[in-house]
Structures are given as structure tokens and as C-alpha cells.
């Protein structure tokens, strides 16, 4: 896999904004295809409306395009092929039902989204079944989450962010700053590796999967590691997503605290949504805001963890490069620039008439992006593996940060929101 991406002659960022891109303009040039139904209640709605033939081509006509992109990715990065031919439609099977599980309107409403599925989905495959390691080469899961993260620029819309003035990007700012730090301090005091503690403190206090992944990108970071990290976003995520809102409702918060709460704790965009709607419709819109206002820090954070890291190195590291405005560039991780320009063009190039004839239909190709990332992610994640002796500490780390970062986000939420959103 590393000898691959040796010999590849773009890196994966700049393949991913490609790619990314590509879809985007291909939607606004008129190459649209329609979101497919999956919501079901019976039986007989399953096999007449999910399962119909129409239906079945839409799901069909998606492979085609997710097939066709992930396909053109690996030539471009020179991957292995035939393993990719393999593997790629069992993931995208594996993905569709999970994509059906979560379509039911019983589990829909409980607010159980369909990456809470696939995770399920892969994470019971791997740790039932021994995968080889081809197989395990062959999930490109940070190309599914950064094609997913450029098209989900097209819903980050800068408008919106205004609507709450200042309040989320200074909520964002806190947040992200104390969080951060608190958490890097006690990685080092837990003496998790530096690499660990980078990816893990930004997972916890920016945006969760997306900020691991940049961080990652900025520093080079092992794969594995930020797989641990990722299966750790995605499965505290989860009981967060669920008992959080209950949690405010016992404790009487307002809807506007609430969802600035839900917006600045919980680690990922997806959950909260679901969590959000699970309050109500001022809380979706102000948790909305408030997690957009974190993934706008995004680009900033990656590029200051860039600086910090290659000055770092640099002084530790005999051999290391120097601290170059090139080296600093060469590990800004380039898909930020996607999902930023997809974010600029909706936000003030695009008619809102055009915006709306595709946002729909690109939200479910985002969608099924992240879907097949989270997948992917199951599969290559063993318990076994993951929850081993040296991998406690970076585990309560997590843990105890994602505490604080719990706690103090409600107090900020507090002070913020209580009375200044009408």
C-alpha cells in the first residue's frame, strides 16, 4: 500500500478534490440522478417501494456513479485493481442494506442513522470473520470520507452561519481551543504517543471523523492509528446522540441551548443532525450552525497543526526537513480546499434556484460516501485489536477529554445562547 502511494503521481487530497468536484459540476451541468427511496414500514412497503424495479435502477444507477469515481481514484493512485473489483461491491452491498435497515420508520424514530448501521454492519463482519489482508489493502475508507467531506461543502452554507451571528463561531473558538489543549495535555500526562494525541484532540474538540482525517493528512499519520481513533468518534458518538437530548430536556434546557450543546460536543456532523432533530427545529438549525461553525475551523486548525508539527520534528529529528513554507504545504491536507470552494460556490456563485435542484440528490451521494466509508471502517476494526493493553490509555484519554468537552460546551452554551438567539 505505501509503495503505491510512493510511485503515485498526485496524492490522494488532490484526487479526492478531483473527484469531489467532478460530481459537483456534473450535477450542476445536468448529470443528476435521483435520490432512491428507503423508507419502509411493512413488509409489503419493503418489496413495493424499496425493492421495486424503478427503485432497484436508482440504487443501481448510483453504483454506477460511486463505482465509476472510486474506480477512477484508484487508477489515479495506482492501486491494486483486482482486489478493488472484489471488494468494492461487497462493500456497496453491505452498505445498501444497512442503508435499508436505517430506511425502517420504527428504527427512524429512534434517529438511528444508516452509518450507525454500516459501522454495525462491518464491525460484526471483522470481528466474526478473520479478513485477509488483501482485502483489508483494498477499503480505501479516508478516499470515501474526504469525497464525502468535499460534497458536504455544498451544505455548509455561510448564510446560515450568519443567521446566529457571532455566537457558534465564538462558542466554535472556545470550544475547540480549550478542548484541544485540555486534551493534548492529557495525552501527554497518559503518555500517549504524539502522533495519538494529535489526532485524538482534534477528533474530540473540532469535528470529530473529518478533523482526525486532517490531522492525519497534516502530519502523515499511521493509518491505523487514526482508525482507532475514528472507530472511537463513531461508537462514543452513538450513546451521545441518543441520551444527550434526553439529558437536556430533564435538565429544562431552552431549544437554542440545546442545540448549540448538541452542536459543540457531539463529535460527528451526522449524529448531530439526528440528534438535533430528535429536539426539535430550532435546536437542528442552532446545532447545525454551531457544528458548521467547527468545520469551518477546520482548514485553519489543519494548517496550524501543519506549522506545529513540522517545527516540531524539526528541531527533535536530526535528519528531519526543515520547516519549509513547501514542506508546510505538502501536508496541508488538500481536501479542505474542496470542501471550502464547494462551500464558496453555493454559498455565492450558485442561484439558490440552482442550489435547490441538486442539493438534494448530492446529499445522498454524500451520504452514500460516508455510508461506504463507515463500512469500510468496521471492517478494518477488530476489537481485539483495538481494545488491547497499550491501547488504554489513549482510550480513556478520549474518554476523560470528551467529559470535559461535554461540560464545558454546556456551560459556554449557557452563557451564549440562553437569551441572545430570538
Not at 428507503?38 to 435502477?57: G, H, R
Not at 449524529?271 to 442552532?286: C, D, H, M, P, Y
Request: include cysteine; charge should be positive.
Amino acid at each position: 500500500m505505501s509503495s503505491s502511494k510512493s510511485t503515485a503521481t498526485i496524492s490522494e487530497d488532490w484526487v479526492v478534490v478531483i473527484l469531489g468536484l467532478a460530481i459537483i459540476f456534473s450535477a450542476l451541468f445536468g448529470i443528476i440522478i435521483p435520490s432512491p427511496s428507503f423508507s419502509w414500514n411493512s413488509a409489503a412497503e419493503l418489496s413495493t417501494q424499496v425493492l421495486s424495479p424503478d427503485n432497484l435502477l436508482v440504487i443501481g444507477a448510483q453504483f454506477l456513479l460511486i463505482f465509476g469515481t472510486a474506480l477512477v481514484g484508484g487508477l489515479l493512485l495506482r492501486k491494486s485493481l483486482r482486489s478493488f473489483l472484489v471488494v468494492f461491491p461487497f462493500i456497496f452491498i453491505l452498505t445498501i442494506f444497512a442503508l435499508v435497515l436505517a430506511g425502517n420508520r420504527t428504527i427512524q424514530a429512534y434517529n438511528l442513522e444508516a452509518v450507525i448501521f454500516s459501522l454495525c454492519i462491518g464491525l460484526l463482519i471483522s470481528n466474526i470473520f478473520k479478513l485477509p489482508s488483501w482485502f483489508k489493502e483494498a477499503l480505501s475508507t479516508e478516499l470515501y470520507v474526504k469525497i464525502g467531506l468535499v460534497l458536504l461543502g455544498t451544505n455548509v452554507i455561510f448564510s446560515d452561519i450568519l443567521k446566529a451571528g457571532s455566537l457558534g463561531l465564538v462558542q466554535a473558538l472556545v470550544v475547540v481551543l480549550s478542548v484541544w489543549y485540555f486534551a493534548f495535555w492529557l495525552c501527554k500526562k497518559l503518555k500517549v504517543d504524539q502522533e495519538m494525541a494529535m489526532m485524538l484532540s482534534s477528533a474530540v474538540s473540532i469535528c470529530g471523523v473529518s478533523a482526525a482525517i486532517a490531522t492525519s493528512g497534516a502530519i502523515k499519520g499511521d493509518p491505523k492509528k487514526l482508525s482507532y481513533v475514528v472507530s472511537l468518534v463513531l461508537i462514543t458518538a452513538i450513546p451521545m446522540m441518543i441520551f444527550m437530548p434526553y439529558l437536556a430536556a430533564w435538565m429544562g434546557l431552552s431549544q437554542e441551548v440545546t442545540g448549540a450543546w448538541l452542536g459543540g460536543s457531539i463529535d460527528t456532523t451526522g449524529a448531530v443532525v439526528a440528534s438535533g432533530s430528535l429536539v426539535g427545529e430550532e435546536a437542528l438549525k442552532i446545532s447545525t450552525i454551531v457544528k458548521f461553525s467547527q468545520n469551518v475551523l477546520l482548514g485553519i486548525a489543519a494548517f496550524a497543526i501543519s506549522i506545529y508539527w513540522t517545527y516540531s520534528h524539526s528541531k527533535s529529528a536530526a535528519h528531519a526537513e526543515k520547516p519549509t513554507l513547501k514542506i508546510i504545504w505538502d501536508r496541508f491536507p488538500k481536501f479542505v480546499i474542496g470542501f471550502v470552494f464547494a462551500s464558496l460556490l453555493f454559498s455565492f456563485i450558485i442561484s439558490p434556484d440552482q442550489v435547490n435542484s441538486v442539493k438534494t440528490e448530492l446529499k445522498s451521494i454524500q451520504g452514500l460516501w460516508f455510508a461506504l466509508a463507515f463500512t469500510s471502517i468496521g471492517l478494518e476494526t477488530n476489537f481485539k485489536e483495538l481494545f488491547v493493553q497499550n491501547n488504554k490509555k489513549p482510550l480513556y484519554a478520549f474518554l476523560i477529554a470528551q467529559a470535559f468537552n461535554i461540560v464545558l460546551t454546556l456551560i459556554i452554551a449557557m452563557l451564549l445562547f440562553e437569551r441572545n438567539i430570538q
